[in-house]
């Protein structure tokens, strides 16, 4: 360890380290080094490794042997390039020690800026600065600063003494404190020190360095830090490195400035040098806000429309430096900049270069415009846009400038944006849209049921204060892909009365509210959203060639499109949605659930019939009911899919879902039955469940109840032989649900392939298809070797395989789960990434055991997590064949599938599968037709 | 194929076959080829093999080429050896082909007697029988069994000839008919064979012959036998033989006889020659009870009391080579058999000797009584009884002689039996039972509570029309091991009315019914009860040396004990319980569930009032109350298992079911609790889950509500502290339960651990203790390395694990899991008998992962099949160290491990542990204390 290199000097063109050095130097080190390599001005300085951060860590806070000779070799060199001498009392040179790990973990660790002033050196800067004040301005902010940082004594007890001086000396600003009230602070300051440590001030200037190294490493370990580290899973082994560098300053008068900038602007992406600064300032007077920052040039002055004078004005010749530097610095990172400077009596000097953040719409022009400048290649340019970002350019979204006025947050059942008037009937929905198409409403419920369709159908979004993620409300509104915030606990719906209780809030039927469906909040009153233009376009309200954005999109994904192996399917199953997903770039479904058709209000009725019949003929009546009805939903669907396989799943809901439950409704079915409410009752009690996610559903249902399974399978096949006998191909892939041994499966796949048979005969359409199964049950995964044998196909279901591998229930999750996630027992909500560890190991042995025995085996995923990217990835380096997603979740899995395979394989793309390539390139084509 | 000699000769002291090719020559066939070497007299005869059984079904029902040689080969040698020949007018042989599979199918396939008659060897066997009666009426019986078995002629059409004829002869019975009636039967019979087949009945004897054998093989595969190979778990492919043989006459006259016997008495055990016998009578006769059997010797007469002549007196030279004969198969096959045999003219034949089936009792005096005649080892003796019953010794039975009147059949909750009359509340059970101690009532509810306890207590049997298997009636009863039968659909209460209604019968208050918790029956009137003198003898109510059955059971479980590796401990919660399990042979508590304690009235109060309390504080002024109570449990526990180690589980089930849910309950506690009933019901409504079985439950309580755990530990730890002051041994071991993540089991470690140590610190005794986790959510199976890493210790915790591991309720699986059963989707219930290949997958990785992190890890089971024998073996065969179970099945895991042991060792025992054999040693020597 002894014999590492513990400190890398960086200045005059010169460093030790360089940018590739991030992992020991940190990102704030390797990227000083970098600049002063390339011939950047940075103010000279030294990086100590992370290495020495964890060695000090592990020895108890002692600082490795050979560290103090390497420290004073590279102090040796500062003082050369810069002039000036540390500690030294005529010309003293004035250090900073600041942190900087791997990646940036900003405001969570230690800064000491000014290190080296103490009463003698003061006197040598104040001559040196020819700025008296300011000089004791440094000495007294870096008397705070240390005695904070490094001492430990809170803050405000500085900040007390500092008022009073100011009410004493009658001034109002710090800035109006003179040199001498400035003098005074600093001997308070240190009285206060020294009362409350125990100890003098330190005043040697090697004894203030070695305190601010120490206090930045230790800052590593501080709570704050940890709790940082845990959320965005930072390893806590990785350390922070500490830079010592030359203080230079922005406040020494009008000749001199400091500013941030970014190489193109962050929130379009446009190619243009986009900044701010302050003259006579410090960084943290732009950050503070106290003073409003000027535009750093002529353009940005326009835009702003101000009179604020710009750099570019105010100091050419810096500016100009600024512009080479900084196309310097993107031309060389190959990336869009965010970079820090300070001007110091008219000299520049460059502080930080660092990758900008930017939003989505920048990050795909930024990207887009790079490849065409021969910056990056495609492929560089498909990892420069995140998928997640993508996720904000699909839905509509609130005004992110609006104000919001939440009261309560609820479950984020159904992303979106949504405001409009408070409803609390289906009915009262439906009339009032029906009386002003463009009338917006929110409906709200305590819980809804498959009554309310006509009224979710209409609403903006739906509210409601009972149910999970996976009550009616939340898995219906996601079908919609309308918003939905569910078991919003906080607010107490009473419908009679017409109001909600919310906060100490009364919110009468016709107030306004919005629904962020992406954060489960509740807000008061109408909240402005904006529409998605890439949408817009997908649906052809807009046309593409009046938006850029959408055709830079259109390049990205195009890319990512040729690089990923994964296929993307949606879950969908109407033909509107089916048609959305296909012109999101869908190339199949990858779960139609046959149960939300019989949602709809007038086919509830005959599945209630169905369920309500005690005896088979009776359930045979009502199921011959909706055989047409399903058979024509299926018809839809696969013409809107023309070419593209279609993977259809059987019943899987607990039959009493479809039943209603309050007495209300009861007694209405009652009336349209024409039956007792008291035969009702006694079917809703019959078919009560304890634990209805572990009861009878799925192929149990399908088992017991052969006849559903051959009306479904009937409807499927039926609807298949009509659209393929008028010339469209049809690809239909019938999926068991909730299997857990091979027995089931069999059983189900003689029913299916026994009405299919049938009906290819009789229909004499020679239609081709496939049996498979869910994944979604433990014990499927254990033994898929056996489930294999009778499976076409596999799908992992891994909402409910996260479920049962958890034993963890969506809809009950929510008093502790979040609990869980924010103590950090769980890394993340597993319901919404895949849990790598647990379920994901199911879904290994799973596609394992299944290919042993068919190696051939085609297997996709269509839980919820099939549209995220993390899982996305998980299920790349598994082997699935596709993933499977909501329909504007389709580009995000697209670019994260491309991810993924750049990721796995570098220059490579995936093994790939001669077969399966073409068929795949076709099945696009048509897509997109 | 064709090479291997498909048929076995046997006859006249010589046999191709012997007793060990059971798998070849079925059953029957290898013991009469084995008697036949013996040189016992056997009817000649040859077994045609499993292998041309099984090339016949495969082959379209042909017989493989070469097969009617070999079969010619064996007649010839069975006419030189019985004299006759097949076929022959003068002097015919007639024979029978009966099947015969590796395991006895009573009565499942087919039997074809009296094969080569036809209208001119009838004339020659009523001439050799000399007696032209019978001669036809074996003429008459074969047309019709082989019309109805061969070629598949109704059976009632010839009965109702037989009866029409029985009408004109005015005869009543069978045996009245005269030989010309019986002619005239022949001809009627084949006629209705001939038009119903449309062909012909055949008359040559080689056609008849194979036509019998054909129909014997495909009587393997009619629906009846397959689907009694599925429920006894016998397979497909092992095929049956067909036996064909020499008929022998015991209908011949009064020198003729037929008859059954066993070589010890069967249902006591006794060693004496038991049996009955007809004389001019067929085997069927015998079963049929037309007539009253004759007791086979004097013995068996002076035992009845009858005056009916035994075989002992009518034929004594028949009777004392038949005593020769059973002592020498007895001796052979160093097992108790049951024979059958038939007496033509004076000569003895044996027809059958196999493994005779015995009662319980019967099985262990058997057992000992050989190992004391040195027939048997101890190893084998121990093998000789059957885990599953001795069940029926250790609950109280009802009398099997005892007519029952079942009426309806709910869950078979908890076994036992319980006969009382019918009460429906709690307080009416307590206030009749203290007015009358010996007065018997069974508790009817709809569901109960926790406010049923006290009467539940006191009630003989539980019977609810809801709930399941783990319902609280459920759970509290099997904890008090008191019979309950649950969830019993058919049953309509109405508590009110103070009536039943079930099956259009009203059982009103006060009526007697009876419960069977072993079968889910539920019966009217007062069906008597026997107590089972085991239990009486280990509960110190009636003294061993009044009890040879309890001397001769202990003699087989000590046995038992020295050949096990497994451990055994108990699960249980009281005192009493755990005096009871120990007396029983207990090692230690494998599951105390702390739960169990708060359901008792006084406590539910506190329990209820920590939950309802909505802070921390509020929650912990409630604990405190509950802390005494708990300390108190547990010192009482710890006394009685003295040195014995002590499984104890943190609290478990969702808080709700502490609450009450009837509006009368509510209200009821309001009024105890002085708040309003409105926010009992709020806090009802708030812990309402939709799945609780998945819900915030286990460790998720305990991580949520840190303060539950603390007080848990902490009563545990005074309680151990306290108890072994006193001069006891005290080993607690802490047991998390529902951990899904390794961090879980960390956090709680901690909570526990540190509250240990306070108290240890505190009170200044060393109390040794482990803190480990139940292995019952896939997760923690699948990261079991992981977890180890937290555990002192494993316990399996089946019941859930079955749940999750096949997303399946145990409460909600009623009405399809009987369904899967019966289909055979499921071999068994998986709830009874552990799922090896998916739950048990589950085990197999989680002690693999497990071991490879801590290899002396110690790992049982505490789920309920801790006490099911082929689980128990399965426990073993994964290397566990313990199972443990209810009381009542102690005896039945140390029986079932020690057989998994010596199946699996053969000759040795286990692998032996040294430390741990001793420690067990030693607990075993206290635990008899």
New interface residues.
Partial sequence: MNKKKMAYYFGGGKAEGRSNMRNLLGGKGSNLAEMSRLGIPVPAGFTITTDVCNEFAASGERFPAGLKAEVKAAIARVEKTMGGRFGDKKNPLLLSVRSGARLSMPGMMDTVLNIGLNDSTVAGLARAMDNPRTAYDSYRRFVQMYGNVVLGVPSELFENILEKRKRKGHVLRDSDLSADHLKQLVAEFKALVAKKTGSKFPDRPMDQLYGAIGAVFLSWNVKRAIDYRRLNKIPGHWGTAANVQAMVFGNLGMTSATGVAFTRDPATGAKRFYGEYLTNAQGEDVVAGIRTPHPINLAGKAELGTDLVSLEEEMPKVYKELEKIYKKLEKHYREMQDIEFTVQAGKLWMLQTRTGKRTAISAIKIAVDMVAEGLITRKEAVMRVDPDQLDHLLHPMFDPTAKRRVVAKGLNASPGAATGRVVFTADSAESIVVADPKARVILVRRETSPDDIHGMAVAQGILTSRG?MTSHAAVVARGMGKCCVAGC?DVSVNVKKGVIKVQGHTIKRGDWISLDGGTGEVMLGEVPTIESEITRVVTGELDKSESLLYREYEKIMKWADSFRRLEVRTNAETPEDSRRAVQFGAEGIGLARTEHMFFDAERVDAMREMILADNKAGRKKALKKLLPMQRKDFEGIFKVMAGLPVTIRTLDPPLHEFLPHTPAEIKSLARKMNVKPEAIQEAVD?LH????????RGC?LG??YEEITEMQARAIMEAACKVQKSGIKVIPEIMIP?V??K??LE?QREVVQRVAEEVIAAKKVNVKYTIGTMI????AA??AD?VAESADFFSFGTN?LT???????R???G??LP??VDH???KDDPFQVV?R???G??MRIGVEKGRSVKPNLKVGICGEHGGEPNSVAFCHSLGLDYVSCSPYRVPIARLAAAHAAIEQNGNTVGKPKARKKTAKKKSRKKARK
Avoid: C, W
């Fill in positions: 999970g606990g019959r469940e304890f634990n209805p996610m572990l009861g009878h149990r088992i017991v909730l857990s041994t027995r089931e059983l979604e049950i433990p014990r254990l033994t056996k409910d479920q049962t591998a958890f034993g963890l229930s809809d009950d999750a008093r502790f609990y869980y950090g027992i769980l849990d560890e647990g379920v190991e199911l």
